[in-house]
């Protein structure tokens, strides 16, 4: 019997996925998995600030707002040809796609708007996957994007929207589905997951995948992040995320979005190898690497280390087929 795509998922059906004892639900989320995807393929995708630090915003989790006191220096836009060195390098590590991030409030229409799509053409003509986390974006500036050759958008839920006003109060979570809205309207993928370890409950983890799994189109990307707890903001004193609980979370987005590329992102850097492969088992194919074993500004595992861990797991980076801005990442 084939598992159908649904975008009709009530709460209580994918809490109660959610709740199943762990090795069922693990068993059923690489059966589905298994289903969809090739499991010994892992999309490699590299992440880069291109500008870091100052954001307006206050995310609570976020080491680059400007109003908390970290140790992120603030660095400006970073120059094209440096962003696209950057991107070769990825590329002949293994990448397929390379996802440039600035933080930003929102796109402002000026001349570092008019470099970032200079980056995303030079990035595209590379034959990678490009995408870009930029904050709130128009319709308009969707367009642009994905003229320039844009493939993919990055925007997280981060929480439930019942939490949400716990975590950021400098924007409301219809923003941030806004500019969801806005991508999809411009024929760009979307990569859209959330945070757990904000101090939500289980039931605002279900919401948050409720409220993906009910898209007209599932995100083709959805990345399930660890607290990255950062010294100088709010949450920096929160427990550390267990493990099961990410294996939990991956595993119940895997069968709610079965065609969904679900990715293993921040967080990583304080799992060992047998717990990343649990994460993977449960229905993860995808991590972020980034050079100088980061991850925008917290630590992260480096290139060699991961294709080690594939090779010890007998995993191996996607390879992509195509660059079609309608197929699924």
């Avoid at 220096?73 to 990825?90: R, S």
């Avoid at 986390?133 to 981060?158: F, I, K, P, W």
């Amino acid at each position: 019997m084939s598992t159908q795509i649904r975008h009709d998922w009530k709460k209580e059906e994918i809490q109660a996925i959610y709740d199943q004892p762990l090795l069922e639900l693990v068993y059923q989320a690489a059966t589905v998995h298994r289903e969809f995807h090739k499991p010994s393929e892992i999309q490699v995708s590299t992440l880069l600030s291109i500008k870091t630090g100052g954001c307006p915003e206050d995310c609570s989790y976020c080491g680059q707002a400007a109003r908390y006191h970290t140790d992120i220096k603030v660095q400006a836009l970073l120059p094209t040809e440096k962003v696209l060195e950057h991107a070769q390098k990825a590329k002949e590590g293994g990448s397929s796609r390379f996802c440039m991030a600035a933080a930003w409030r929102e796109v402002r229409d000026n001349k570092d708007f008019d470099r970032v799509i200079e980056m995303v053409k030079g990035v595209n003509d590379l034959g990678l996957e490009v995408c870009c986390t930029l904050g709130m974006l128009t319709e308009e500036q969707a367009v642009r994007l994905q003229e320039a050759g844009l493939y993919a958008y990055n925007h997280n839920l981060d929480t439930s929207e019942s939490y949400y006003d716990e975590i950021i109060s400098t924007r409301k979570f219809d923003e941030r589905l806004d500019t969801i809205n806005n991508v999809r309207k411009a024929g760009i993928t979307v990569c859209s997951g959330g945070i757990i370890g904000l101090g939500e409950s289980d039931g605002d983890r279900v919401s948050m995948l409720l409220t993906l799994a009910t898209m007209p189109v599932h995100p083709e990307s959805v990345p399930v992040n660890a607290l990255a707890r950062v010294k100088g903001t709010p949450l920096e004193n929160n427990p550390k995320v267990p493990l099961w609980d990410m294996v939990r979370m991956i595993a119940t987005a895997r069968i709610v979005m079965p065609a969904s590329i679900v990715r293993l992102s921040a967080g990583r850097i304080e799992m060992t190898e047998e717990e990343q492969a649990w994460c993977f088992m449960a229905g993860a194919n995808s991590i972020f690497t980034g050079e100088r074993e980061t991850l925008l500004v917290t630590p992260n595992p480096g290139l060699s280390e991961d294709m080690q861990m594939f090779q010890n797991l007998g995993l191996k980076p996607l390879v992509k087929e195509n660059k079609s801005a309608c197929s699924v990442v």
